[in-house]
């Protein structure tokens, strides 16, 4: 099972917003709607921001939002502020040999 | 709030078999999975396997010849164990309520696993 593709770096100004994307297939982004979002602070453990593909956890701000489109998932934070500066990571259910895949992981850079 | 710590042997030497327990506390660990995720240095996330609280396993099939994970429901723990290991399975661990449909939350606070003689 390959790993999902995410670009490695996204940069964005702060109050701009940006747009993660998540590309799988349709054994996994593609065919279920079981795409969740981690973000990840140096040294910290991932934290879950978004589940089944557009749902928010309790106490993580709106200015988190998913979507999907075919293989496709995307992850948008609006109102970019500093504290966002992090790695992201999607992550899918999947129906082949194994029921979890991560994706490759993006560094968000606030400028 | 459900919380999870990792613990066991920071440093094990190749060939050794790597054992982590997680203990779960302020919740039960009965009806849910729970993961076993790692992290190489400067790299991303690899999901290791998930355990059911009645025992059933799925394993990453990369690993699967030498993950065998378990569950003790009266401790509130789960726990891995990864055989023979080599350099490439230094990693920081983590254990996570989830995978499957299920998303991974929350997450311990990792614990980092050197193999070197």
């Known amino acids: 099972q390959s790993a999902l593709t995410q670009p490695a770096s996204v940069s964005g100004s702060p109050g701009q917003s940006i747009t993660i994307s998540c590309t799988g297939t349709?054994?996994?982004?593609?065919?279920?709607?079981?795409v969740s979002w981690y973000q990840q602070h140096p040294g910290k453990a991932p934290k879950l921001m978004i589940y089944?593909?557009?749902n928010r956890p309790s106490g993580v701000s709106n200015r988190f939002s998913g979507s999907k489109s075919g293989n496709t998932a995307s992850l948008t934070i609006s109102g970019l502020q500093a504290e966002d500066e992090a790695d992201y990571y999607c992550?899918?259910?999947?129906?082949?040999?194994?029921?979890?895949?991560f994706g490759t992981g993006t560094k968000v850079t606030v400028l | 709030q459900v919380q999870l710590q990792e613990s066991g042997p920071g440093l094990v030497k190749p060939s050794e078999t790597l054992s982590l327990t997680c203990t779960v506390s302020?919740?039960?660990?009965?009806?849910?999975?729970w993961s076993w995720i790692r992290q190489p240095a400067g790299k991303g996330l690899e999901w290791i396997g998930r355990?059911?609280?009645?025992?059933?396993?799925n394993y990453n099939p990369s690993l699967k010849s030498r993950v065998t994970m378990s569950v003790d429901t009266s401790k509130n723990q789960f726990s891995l164990k990864l055989s023979s290991v080599t350099a490439a399975d230094t990693a920081v661990y983590y254990c996570?309520?989830?995978?499957?449909?299920?998303?991974?939350?929350?997450w311990g606070q990792g614990t980092l696993v050197t193999v070197s003689s």
């Open positions: 996570a309520r989830g995978g499957g449909e299920d998303p991974f939350d929350p």
């Open positions: 302020g919740g039960s660990i009965s009806s849910y999975y």
């Open positions: 355990i059911y609280t009645s025992g059933s396993t």
């Open positions: 349709s054994s996994d982004v593609g065919g279920y709607n079981y």
């Open positions: 089944d593909v557009s």
């Open positions: 992550s899918s259910y999947t129906s082949s040999s194994t029921p979890n895949v």
